[in-house]
């Protein structure tokens, strides 16, 4: 009732966080390295795709494995928008999120009515079509050779970048609280709990998991056509399926189904990808004893741990 008389109590808490959090990184700018401002940025963009998927696994129980095709689609759709037709990189920004969201809306009118592995495989190869589609249609996407695309800003240096996606991030974020907050988050738990138990209680388990797998694509979108946009040559290689045995590491390390999970796993492990890049596919072996690890020890990922270990987190960011 205190909530519904004063909602800005419950908004206050995570907006001074956010606040918090934007101030911290913003200041770490002048001090870093070009390079280690391009490990934070590619931080900040798999920030935003692991939380958004964690939307959809973590908090609505669709386990769908295409959360990095959307973002490929709105990476290219932007691309191949400001080059063919010479728009504003905006402009291309927004249609990748529009056709992102539409693809995202068919896609899960398609498949949502399934469950746990055939969910899984059809979202699967959803991902795969999109990928073989970007390496075989070179006359458009120019496959392997890479998509050349305009900067979002004209001479914008890595620092002004920094700063454009810490903001985009911090936005994205707040959106997916608010949609946790709202009454839709708690129709995404009850379907993830029990979906015939929701269904009974009265909740369109399809037309809840369709909204959600909607706006989880078009934040993949958005996040894919502004990262395009940074590092200017595109590959069919944002598509590839390694992208999305990343996203769930780290969704699942920090974790899985926790509003803070992601967030706070994202940077880590990306700056460990950056470091392990040298060793080439042993990386990804390394990932997976870190997991193995972890969920041995405790398979609430890192927000359980560091609960366990009486480092309070937040019950807003839980």
């Known amino acids: 009732m205190t909530q519904m ?25 002048p001090f870093a390295s070009d390079y280690m401002l391009h490990v934070l940025i590619t931080s900040l ?11 959809l696994a973590g908090f609505t129980g669709q386990f769908s494995l295409a959360q990095q095709a959307f973002a490929a689609i709105g990476a290219y759709t932007s691309g191949l928008i400001t080059t063919i037709f010479d728009l504003p990189p905006l402009v291309g920004i927004l249609c990748g999120v529009a056709l992102s969201a539409l693809l995202g809306f068919c896609l899960g009118r398609l498949v949502l ?33 890479g998509l050349t695309v305009p900067p979002l800003v004209e001479g914008i240096s890595p620092r002004g970048f920094y700063v454009i996606f810490v903001l985009v991030t911090l936005a994205c974020v707040l959106v997916m609280y608010a949609m946790l907050r709202s009454p839709l988050g708690i129709f995404m738990r009850a379907i993830r709990d029990d979906e015939l138990r929701a269904e009974s209680l009265g909740i369109d388990a399809t037309r809840t998991k369709t909204l959600v797998f909607t706006a989880s694509s078009a934040f ?14 595109l590959s069919p290689q944002i598509a590839d399926f390694s992208e999305m045995a990343k996203l769930v590491i780290m969704t699942v390390v920090g974790g899985l189904g926790t509003f803070a999970g992601p967030l706070i796993a994202a940077a880590p492990i990306q700056i460990l990808n950056s470091y392990l890049a040298k060793y080439g596919e042993w990386d990804m072996v390394i990932y997976a004893l870190i997991v193995i690890v972890l969920m041995r020890a405790n398979r609430g990922g890192l927000v359980e741990l560091l609960a366990r270990f009486k480092l309070r987190v937040p019950s807003f960011a839980r």
């Open 5 to 29: 008389l004063s909602p800005g109590v419950f908004w206050r808490k995570p907006a001074t966080l956010a606040t918090a959090v934007g101030i911290a990184l913003l200041a770490i700018a």
């Open 45 to 55: 963009y798999y920030t935003i795709l692991a939380a958004s998927w964690n939307l």
């Open 113 to 145: 009515r399934m469950r746990a592995i055939y969910l899984a495989i059809a979202t699967w190869a959803f991902a795969e079509t999109v990928h073989i589609l970007l390496t075989a249609a070179y006359s458009f996407t120019r496959g392997e050779l």
């Open 220 to 233: 993949a979108g958005l996040a894919g056509a502004v990262y395009a946009h940074y590092v200017v040559v």
